[in-house]
């Protein structure tokens, strides 16, 4: 049981701060709103007009390892199997698919006539590109490491074998051959994600950047790119070219960009937009229970990284005391009104232990504690009594006002609790990433939702390939977890593997180079008159299966 505490005044005034600050320039977006609302309205046509808070952070499926970017993309383009309108995996390019007895070896049969949005054929020799391109070593994909279950995917990205020696191959036209690592039970789930999709070898490769203009854009989903405005708006058009086309009733779908939620939530009031999926703390509270809110839960995970490799935060006591003073429900009462589930572990709910029939997250229970005396001895123990000493940390956050209030917040628990003092620095999000990419930060914001349901898909964010830009996690225990998720990719029995799961997640609970904060939810206003839009349990927002009523 966790005590609940009243929110004190130092929080209050760190919170009243940061939404003081929230409402500088919106009359200036919201201008912009009715520009663009005005400029691409046809008539008679159904069109749909969705705010994004932040320009996609790529157009190219086999270089996406982002959230804005994988919303825009799995509207543009369609893998092997898709999400369809139930949120359920289904057909995308494949008709259909055999596997192996030994699990190790898929075999494609593509759907007749695909064509590309230019109205060339779509080959399975598409796929065997596109795949192979995001592993070599030269892409510099961030998102190679999701085909290293492709046999010889990660030897290839790393430099240590040939592609020929990759696992994918056309067999004709209409027929694609993977061989797989091990058997992957959610292997055509992956084929739903961004860097599976195929892209055409003639446009990628072409002198002009291909994807800096709708004239030299090519894809194969619902939509495709008409107008991109930069800093305005991305303007999707139905693609004819569709395996689907028939099934798909928007004409187009205007992406508006509205930085503030606060400026989003006043568009979305006057009818500039039919939808926003950054909902604030404002618009929570003004829709609340209405048939305009709907909300989601995911299969992710809100939480910071520390940066392991830095003197003050090498040490896991001082870690787990940061943690350890937080009050996460204390927090989401003051800064969430979306009523997100506080996280006292890593893996959400969403997700089954083995075959057993059961949650995990219910299975292994709460792996972290909230205890202030606690706390402040682990930091006495590791040099820091009351704080003293103690150097002064640098958070790094995107600049959006809920995370803006969230490290707020955060900052006055650790001021109040520990005697630990944070500046706290904010960035907007194309160049937020490349800050926690270069290391110059001692907490940062980070968050994932996973692909698929199965644990390996949040755990593995901290396996050693990957946390290299992130957590900066090393040392003995670090190896034992980096194994034991690697051991699990060659098992089959899934309770075995539940149990490889649970004792890594709680090394990293016991290791701490992350703090979880809460389980992802996600909001979507919408008007109405809208309906069928989705957003997967794994955060996309798709519009392929969208109407208008008029």
């Given at each position: 049981?966790?005590?609940?505490?009243?929110?004190?005044?130092?929080?209050?005034?760190?919170?009243?701060?940061?939404?003081?600050?929230?409402?500088?320039?919106?009359?200036?977006?919201?201008?912009?709103?009715?520009?663009?609302?005005?400029?691409?309205?046809?008539?008679?046509?159904?069109?749909?007009?969705?705010?994004?808070?932040?320009?996609?952070?790529?157009?190219?499926?086999?270089?996406?390892?982002?959230?804005?970017?994988?919303?825009?993309?799995?509207?543009?383009?369609?893998?092997?199997?898709?999400?369809?309108?139930?949120?359920?995996?289904?057909?995308?390019?494949?008709?259909?698919?055999?596997?192996?007895?030994?699990?190790?070896?898929?075999?494609?049969?593509l759907?007749?006539?695909?064509?590309?949005?230019?109205?060339?054929?779509?080959?399975?020799?598409?796929?065997?590109?596109?795949?192979?391109?995001?592993?070599?070593?030269?892409?510099?994909?961030?998102?190679?490491?999701?085909?290293?279950y492709?046999?010889?995917?990660?030897?290839?990205?790393?430099?240590e074998?040939?592609?020929?020696?990759?696992g994918?191959?056309?067999?004709?036209?209409?027929?694609?051959?993977?061989?797989?690592?091990?058997?992957?039970?959610?292997?055509?789930?992956?084929?739903?994600?961004?860097?599976?999709?195929?892209?055409?070898?003639?446009?990628?490769e072409?002198?002009?950047?291909?994807?800096?203009?709708?004239d030299?854009?090519?894809?194969?989903g619902?939509?495709?790119?008409?107008?991109?405005?930069?800093?305005?708006?991305?303007?999707?058009?139905?693609?004819?070219?569709?395996?689907?086309?028939?099934?798909?009733?928007?004409?187009?779908?205007?992406?508006?960009?509205?930085?503030?939620?606060?400026?989003?939530?006043?568009?979305?009031?006057?009818?500039?937009?039919?939808?926003?999926?950054?909902?604030?703390?404002?618009?929570?509270?003004?829709?609340?229970?209405?048939?305009?809110?709907?909300?989601?839960?995911?299969?992710g995970t809100?939480?910071?990284?520390?940066?392991?490799?830095?003197?003050?935060?090498?040490?896991?006591?001082?870690?787990?005391?940061?943690?350890?003073?937080?009050?996460?429900?204390?927090?989401?009462?003051?800064?969430?009104?979306?009523?997100?589930?506080?996280?006292?572990?890593?893996?959400?709910?969403?997700?089954?232990?083995?075959?057993?029939?059961?949650?995990?997250?219910?299975?292994?229970?709460?792996l972290?504690?909230?205890?202030?005396?606690?706390?402040?001895?682990?930091?006495?123990?590791?040099?820091?009594?009351?704080?003293?000493?103690?150097?002064?940390?640098?958070?790094?956050?995107?600049?959006?006002?809920?995370?803006?209030?969230?490290?707020?917040?955060?900052?006055?628990?650790?001021?109040?609790?520990?005697?630990?003092?944070?500046?706290?620095?904010?960035?907007?999000s194309?160049?937020?990433?490349?800050?926690?990419?270069?290391?110059?930060?001692?907490?940062?914001?980070?968050?994932?939702?996973?692909?698929?349901?199965?644990?390996?898909?949040?755990?593995?964010?901290?396996?050693?390939?990957?946390?290299?830009?992130?957590?900066?996690?090393?040392?003995?225990?670090?190896?034992?977890?980096?194994?034991?998720?690697?051991?699990?990719?060659?098992?089959?029995?899934?309770?075995?593997?539940?149990?490889?799961?649970?004792?890594?997640?709680?090394?990293?609970?016991?290791?701490?180079?992350?703090?979880?904060?809460?389980?992802r939810?996600?909001?979507?206003?919408?008007?109405?008159?809208?309906?069928?839009?989705?957003?997967?349990?794994?955060?996309?927002?798709?519009?392929?299966?969208?109407?208008?009523?008029?």
């Amino acid at each position: 049981m966790k005590k609940k505490k009243a929110i004190s005044l130092l929080l209050c005034t760190a919170m009243a701060a940061g939404v003081l600050s929230g409402f500088a320039g919106n009359e200036d977006t919201t201008a912009s709103v009715e520009k663009n609302a005005t400029e691409t309205t046809k008539e008679g046509e159904k069109v749909l007009k969705f705010s994004i808070s932040a320009e996609p952070e790529t157009l190219d499926p086999g270089m996406n390892n982002y959230t804005n970017s994988s919303t825009v993309l799995q509207n543009l383009f369609m893998g092997l199997y898709q999400v369809g309108p139930d949120g359920a995996l289904t057909n995308g390019c494949a008709e259909s698919y055999t596997m192996s007895e030994d699990g190790l070896t898929y075999t494609f049969t593509l759907k007749d006539g695909l064509k590309w949005s230019d109205g060339s054929d779509l080959t399975a020799g598409d796929f065997e590109y596109a795949w192979k391109r995001a592993l070599a070593p030269d892409t510099a994909s961030p998102g190679a490491w999701y085909l290293y279950y492709i046999k010889n995917g990660e030897q290839y990205n790393s430099g240590e074998v040939s592609a020929d020696e990759v696992g994918v191959k056309a067999l004709d036209d209409k027929t694609l051959e993977v061989t797989l690592e091990n058997p992957t039970s959610y292997f055509l789930d992956l084929t739903a994600v961004s860097v599976f999709f195929p892209v055409k070898q003639e446009t990628v490769e072409a002198e002009e950047p291909w994807t800096k203009s709708g004239d030299t854009y090519v894809c194969n989903g619902a939509f495709k790119i008409e107008e991109i405005n930069p800093q305005e708006s991305y303007i999707l058009v139905k693609n004819e070219n569709y395996a689907y086309a028939d099934d798909v009733k928007l004409d187009e779908v205007d992406l508006i960009l509205i930085e503030s939620a606060e400026a989003a939530l006043s568009a979305f009031n006057a009818g500039e937009v039919d939808m926003i999926d950054t909902v604030s703390t404002q618009g929570l509270t003004q829709y609340a229970g209405s048939e305009e809110l709907k909300s989601f839960d995911l299969i992710g995970t809100y939480y910071y990284d520390f940066n392991c490799s830095k003197e003050a935060l090498s040490d896991a006591r001082v870690r787990k005391a940061l943690s350890m003073a937080l009050d996460r429900e204390t927090l989401l009462m003051a800064v969430n009104p979306s009523n997100p589930k506080p996280a006292y572990a890593f893996v959400p709910y969403g997700i089954p232990y083995g075959d057993t029939g059961e949650e995990y997250r219910d299975v292994v229970g709460d792996l972290i504690t909230e205890d202030v005396e606690a706390a402040k001895e682990l930091l006495a123990e590791a040099g820091y009594p009351n704080g003293e000493g103690f150097p002064t940390l640098t958070l790094i956050t995107q600049n959006s006002q809920d995370k803006k209030d969230t490290a707020q917040v955060m900052q006055a628990m650790w001021k109040q609790n520990l005697g630990v003092n944070v500046e706290i620095v904010t960035y907007e999000s194309k160049v937020y990433w490349d800050e926690q990419k270069a290391g110059n930060f001692d907490i940062c914001y980070d968050g994932w939702t996973g692909d698929y349901p199965d644990p390996s898909t949040n755990l593995e964010c901290f396996l050693a390939s990957r946390n290299e830009t992130q957590c900066r996690w090393s040392g003995e225990l670090a190896d034992q977890y980096n194994s034991l998720l690697l051991e699990n990719r060659s098992l089959i029995d899934a309770n075995e593997r539940a149990a490889n799961f649970e004792e890594a997640e709680k090394i990293l609970m016991e290791e701490m180079p992350i703090i979880p904060l809460y389980y992802r939810n996600a909001q979507l206003l919408i008007n109405t008159r809208v309906t069928g839009v989705i957003k997967s349990y794994i955060g996309h927002t798709l519009f392929k299966y969208g109407d208008i009523q008029e």
